[in-house]
């Protein structure tokens, strides 16, 4: 996922300003999701999960140049 996403951001040539526009965004959706994942943990579901690995992968994808 995480290369897919890096290979994504590359081909769109964006700016520095632009990329990390879309890097705030996907933390702000990481936060989001995460708190869902809580919500749903303390449901008693996903409750083997710790981390969501699209947000991760997302999040890592715009770190990386």
């Known amino acids: 996922m995480r290369r897919w996403i890096e290979e994504r ?3 769109m040539r964006l700016t520095e ?8 965004r996907f933390e702000d959706l990481r ?7 809580s919500g749903l943990q303390q449901a ?13 992968a997302a999040n890592e994808a715009c770190e990386r140049r």
Do not use: I, N, P, T
């Open 44 to 56: 008693g579901s996903c409750a083997g999960f710790e981390r969501c690995a699209v947000c991760d």
């Open 31 to 37: 936060k989001e999701g995460m708190g869902s994942l």
């Open 9 to 11: 951001l590359s081909s």
């Open 17 to 24: 300003a632009e990329r990390r526009s879309w890097q705030g």
